[in-house]
Structures are given as structure tokens and as C-alpha cells.
């Protein structure tokens, strides 16, 4: 291999690097909240709503979760317009990533829903709360609880798909890399740098999160689950290579 | 100024609607023989080996697809390897679906009770035989569900190989939205055009599913 990497004129983008992560986690976090409500409210509906509204969200959930990201962002970006909705980039971004995520979302907490036994209804009913209160207090709490393993890898998902939002001109990380290679011309050394930026990324937000998790839903998660892996153990997975079939005692 | 009417950009995006099914076959089929080389070095007896896989799938599921796409479209170039965005794509589906599939198999292999590894090699079969006879076809049961509604990530994520320049369905959509500019209709049929080919395949993961649950209560 002839070609000789350089990766001497990047320090001068530090800036728009770190507005670049600044915009992508950004859009995560806002995203997070908004989507998680939408799954909240969604996984109500269809367990306990009516008829009409329980096949609105069915048909929510389906639409978004068999159409690709992209293609939902495009449709809000350039599509509504032409119902005379202007939205600029930033907003479009948002919208597709929560709308993306809602539904996600609700299939997630609706299963975590489901896993809470009667009697937990029972016992609250007993004692004299209401239903609104039933479902806040007792059933929602412990649904959110079970499934926030799987919420928070969706939540990486998004993050992770959010790359695309630089195709409208979105100024997330993406967005930089594309910018510094179109003034530098080191491509593959400017999307190294940002995929590396991304790996990074993922694995400090599944260690906060996770942690988050283990505070938040303290002795109410599976225990497997509860445990944040380290960074270094992430990168070289070395207790994950060790769980295995072959193993045997 | 040619005219496009509604059933010129419909017939336009079926016609598109092609490459995206055959650039979702090749990734699935390609992706799945080298996710089937990756889970038998996964849960193989050599710890360094198992350590790879894991990191390749970390790498993978830890990075955007995206991103994925434009270092094999400009890193392949340096390796000198002439690089159209077919090659691009099909290379980086294949690696990505084959990281997913290796995890989601390994998942699968793992439901199988340790005894059965046992009895194989107190049969005095090598670890190859044991996975290949043994362990695996007991594990594809389960896998199949599993591998079907991945399938539908497959052809989602074959919608950002347009970005590296690669004319399938929405690319396609994008470029006819540039010629006629009416971008609600065309980018609605596109959804519904990928909804078309998803949906069959969640709704056959689905029953595959209750199909397994059904056995397993019994």
C-alpha cells in the first residue's frame, strides 16, 4: 500500500468537531424525551384506548417501523411543504427522529406493559387508587423498568441513524465530516476520525444511560442488565467472550 | 419539457424498486455466509478468536451505517480497489448484515443447553461436528424468526446506499423529485413502496414467532 495517511491539518476543525457532537447528541436528547412520551402514550393507547385509536397507533407503528429513517426525514423534510407546513432543518430532524423513535418506542414499553402481573392492577385497585393512578404509579414504573435495556439500545439507534439528518444540511457530526474532507480532500482520514468520534460516543452514552438506568430503577432491573460494561471492557469484550456455549465446567 | 404524470413516477419507482430487492439479496445472502463463518469463531474454543468477532460486531452495531458506507466508498480506493458505489454497497451491507446476523445466531446458538456440546463430545466429535450437527440445526429453529425480522433491517438499510450515489428506490425518488419537483406524492410512494416490501416480511417474522411459542409452551 502506497498511500500515506495524514492527519496533520485536522486540528483546526476541533471546533467544528465538537459543534458537530454537540448538534448530534443534542438532537438525541430532545429526541429521547419527545420519542419516550410518544411510546408512553402510544403503549396506553394500544392497551387500554379505544377501538379507533388502538388501530391508529397499529397503524403508526407499522408505517414507521417498515419504511427506512431516511425516507421518513425526506418525507418531512421536502414532502410537507407541499401541505403548506414549513419547517427548517433543525425541526424536520427532530420530528423525524421522534416520530421515528415513538413507535419504536411503544411496541418497546407496550411489552414491558404486558410482562406486569394482574395482580400488581389488583393489588393497586385494592387499594383504592384510580386507574389513571394505577397506570402511573404502579404499572408504568415497573414496565419502564423491564424494558429499559431495550429502550436504551433504541436510543442508540437513533443516535447512530441520526447521520443521515446531514443530508438536509443538518450541522451534526456527519455534517462536519463531510465539510472538512470537501476542504481538505482527506476523505478517509476525515470519516475515520468521525467514526471513531461515533464509537466513542455510543459507548459513553450507553455507560451513562445505563447507569442512569441502575439509579433510577434501583433493584427493579434484571440484574444482567443493570451492570454498565466499562469502556475498556467494551472495546476488547473481554467478559463478553467469555460467556459461551463451549465453556464448559 | 417532458410531462410526468402520476403513474410515470409510479412505474419509475417500481422499476427502481428492483435494485433495491437485489441489493437486500445480495446482503442478506452474502451477509449470512460470513455471519455463519463469524458465529462458528464466536463460540469456538479459542478465546483470541472469539475476541475478534466480538470486536467486529461492537465495531458494526456501535457505528452508523452511514459512516460505514463512505470509508469503504473512499477507504476501498486505497487499497487499489476500483470502487463504483455497487461495490461500495454490496461490500459494507454484507460486512454490516454479516455482524448482525453473527450476534443475533450467537444469541440463538446460546439458547441450546450446554449439555448438547457435552453429549456431542462425549461422542468424541470435534468442535466443528458438534456445532454443524448438533448444536446449529437445534439453534435454527429458534433462529428463524429472529433472522426474518432482521431482514426487514436489511432492506431499510439498503435506502442510504443513495447517499454514496447508488440509483435504487429512494435515490431514485430523489431524483425524479429534482425533475418535477412535486416531492409529497413521490416520497410518500417510496414509503409506500418499501412499506410493501417490509411489512410481508414483519408480518411472516410475526407468525414464525407465535409458531415457536407455541411450541415451546407445550
Known amino acids: 500500500m502506497t498511500y500515506a495517511f495524514d492527519f496533520s491539518g485536522f486540528a483546526m476543525y476541533a471546533g467544528m468537531l465538537s459543534r458537530g457532537i454537540a448538534v448530534t447528541l443534542g438532537l438525541t436528547a430532545v429526541s429521547t424525551v419527545a420519542g419516550g412520551l410518544v411510546g408512553v402514550a402510544g403503549a396506553g393507547i394500544s392497551i387500554g384506548g379505544p377501538r379507533w385509536a388502538r388501530a391508529l397507533v397499529a397503524a403508526y407503528v407499522e408505517l414507521i417501523r417498515n419504511t427506512p429513517f431516511i425516507v421518513q426525514l425526506f418525507f ?41 402481573p394482574r395482580g400488581q392492577v389488583q393489588a393497586a385497585m385494592a387499594l383504592g387508587l384510580q386507574q389513571r393512578q394505577v397506570f402511573r404509579h404502579v404499572v408504568l414504573p415497573q414496565a419502564i423498568a423491564n424494558v429499559f435495556p431495550a ?13 443521515v439528518v446531514s443530508q438536509i444540511s443538518v450541522p451534526d457530526l456527519t455534517y462536519a465530516a463531510n465539510f472538512i474532507q470537501s476542504r481538505n480532500f482527506r476523505s478517509f482520514e476525515s470519516y475515520l476520525i468521525i467514526t471513531v468520534t461515533y464509537l466513542a460516543l455510543s ?5 451513562v444511560l445505563s447507569r442512569l438506568g441502575a439509579k433510577l430503577f ?11 460494561r466499562g469502556l475498556l471492557r467494551t472495546l476488547f469484550a473481554w467478559r463478553g467472550a467469555r460467556t459461551l456455549p463451549t465453556e464448559r465446567s | 419539457m417532458v410531462e410526468f404524470t402520476l403513474w410515470d413516477i409510479a412505474r419509475n419507482l417500481l422499476l427502481a424498486a428492483r435494485w433495491t430487492v437485489l441489493l437486500s439479496l445480495i446482503a442478506f445472502v452474502c451477509g449470512g455466509a460470513v455471519g455463519l463463518v463469524l458465529l462458528a469463531a464466536r463460540v469456538s474454543p479459542l478465546p483470541w478468536l472469539r475476541r475478534v468477532v466480538v470486536l467486529y460486531v461492537e465495531l458494526f452495531q456501535g457505528t452508523p451505517l452511514l459512516m460505514q458506507l463512505f470509508l469503504a466508498f ?54 466443528a461436528q458438534q456445532l454443524r450437527y448438533i448444536v446449529w440445526p437445534q439453534a435454527r429453529k429458534i433462529a428463524t424468526a429472529p433472522t426474518v425480522g432482521f431482514l426487514v433491517q436489511v432492506v431499510k ?50 407468525v414464525l414467532e407465535r409458531k415457536a411459542r407455541v411450541g415451546q409452551h407445550q
Open chain 2, 157 to 206: 438499510s439498503t435506502a442510504l446506499t443513495s447517499i454514496i450515489g447508488f440509483v435504487e428506490l429512494t435515490k431514485t425518488g430523489t431524483m425524479i423529485t429534482n425533475a418535477v419537483f412535486r416531492p409529497f406524492p413521490i416520497y410518500g410512494m417510496v414509503a409506500l413502496l418499501y412499506f410493501a416490501m417490509c411489512f410481508p416480511l414483519t408480518w411472516y417474522a410475526r
Open chain 1, 76 to 116: 418531512i423534510f421536502f414532502g410537507l411543504p407541499g401541505l403548506g407546513i414549513h419547517i427548517d432543518e433543525v425541526t424536520a430532524a427532530i420530528l423525524a427522529m421522534t416520530v421515528n423513535l415513538g413507535a419504536y418506542a411503544t411496541e418497546i414499553v407496550r411489552a414491558g406493559i404486558e410482562s406486569i
Open chain 1, 151 to 163: 429502550l436504551l439500545s433504541q436510543v442508540l439507534i437513533v443516535m447512530l441513524g441520526s447521520a
Open chain 1, 218 to 228: 434501583a433493584g427493579r432491573m434484571p440484574r444482567a442488565a443493570a451492570q454498565p
Open chain 1, 203 to 207: 459507548i459513553v452514552l450507553r455507560q
Open chain 2, 74 to 127: 473512499f477507504g476501498l480506493p486505497l487499497l487499489g480497489v476500483d470502487v463504483s458505489p455497487w461495490v461500495a454497497a454490496t461490500v459494507t451491507l454484507t460486512l454490516y448484515t454479516s455482524a448482525y446476523l453473527a450476534d443475533i445466531w450467537r444469541g440463538c446458538v446460546e439458547a441450546v443447553p450446554r449439555g448438547q456440546w457435552a453429549a456431542g463430545a462425549s461422542l468424541g466429535m470435534t468442535y
